[in-house]
């Protein structure tokens, strides 16, 4: 389904705005609340899913345990950044995120690690492994507000 597919209307987006407060609330209360049909909610929920626009997971806080690192890592390539490298930093353990941008890095690449010898293995390790990476610059979360991360736990990449 393509982007022109699916048009949101202010239903869908009271669906949503309901599911990111609480990804548990029961699609019956949402239902209530918007005075519409569980059913309604549902099968909305469902095509947006279905669509690749809407996801539903549980997230962490990063920050929670203090031996966690949470970081954001700017990469310069060798070459291009195309879809099969960013497919390769995306498999490796604790990656967020990978987003090609623009400015003085080709990729961005969001982390998650449990300890400093994780991060080490990451940087010097993993994407060295990889090859066609230039230079890396990484800059780790001392603090955040509202921000959540993916646990994956370990054995299930």
């Given at each position: ?22 990804g ?15 059913g ?21 806080n990063?920050?929670f ?6 970081a ?30 623009s ?21 010097v ?10 230079n ?22």
């Open positions: 389904m393509s982007e022109k597919d699916l048009n949101l209307d202010q239903m869908d987006r009271q669906i949503i705005d309901a599911l990111q407060k609480n548990r609330e029961s699609y019956k209360s949402i239902a209530q609340k918007l005075g519409v049909s569980d309604t909610v549902r099968l909305r929920t469902e095509r947006m899913i279905r669509s690749g626009y809407l996801r539903i997971s549980a997230s962490v990063p920050m345990f203090e031996d966690g690192l949470t954001t890592v700017g990469v310069s390539l060798e070459g291009r950044a195309n879809a099969e490298i960013m497919r390769a930093i995306a498999a490796l353990d604790g990656v967020q995120s990978v987003a090609n941008v400015g003085r890095f080709d990729l961005l690449v969001e982390i998650h690690v449990s300890s400093r010898n994780d991060l080490r293995r990451f940087l390790d993993d994407l060295s492994a990889l090859g066609g990476i230039q890396t610059e990484t800059f780790l979360y001392l603090e955040t507000i509202d921000k959540w991360v993916r646990q994956r736990s370990e054995g299930t990449e």
